[in-house]
């Protein structure tokens, strides 16, 4: 699984491409009406008009999805480290976080020092079989 941020900038693309999408079908599918009541009603015939039940279920449908992500994209913030800490809490909670770093790389160093040491006590042990 993917990290929060990536997850956050996917379903900000998604979004995107859903605001595109429902922008295209509205103005591709709506059916024409004339500026005035008393002018004739105009025909474009690069537009395929939806029947008027179609394209409200259509609307509805697309409306909601977009509400849909953008919900998952306020949880997917909500979620973010440091949401609703203090920058004092997390700068104390960065320097917990260093000392244990520091904590573990000492460990690291002395496994690193022994292994040299066993690798010195490993040589000596085989030059000492090869001699006999």
């Known amino acids: ?64 999805d977009i509400i849909l992500k953008s919900k998952q994209i306020e949880l997917l913030i909500l979620a973010l480290p440091g949401i609703g800490v203090s920058e004092d809490e997390q700068v104390e909670r960065l320097r917990v976080l260093e000392g244990e770093l520091e904590k573990a790389e000492g460990e690291r160093r002395r496994a690193v020092e022994e292994r040299e040491r066993w690798m010195e006590r490993l040589d000596t042990v085989i030059r000492a079989v090869r001699r006999v």
């Open 1 to 64: 699984m993917a990290d929060r941020l990536t997850q956050l900038q996917d379903a900000l693309d998604q979004l995107t491409t859903q605001f595109y999408c429902t922008i295209r079908y509205v103005s591709t599918r709506h059916d024409t009406l004339p500026p005035h009541p008393a002018l004739p009603k105009t025909k474009d015939e690069n537009l395929i008009v939806d029947p008027p039940a179609v394209f409200a279920a259509a609307k509805y449908e697309l409306a909601r």
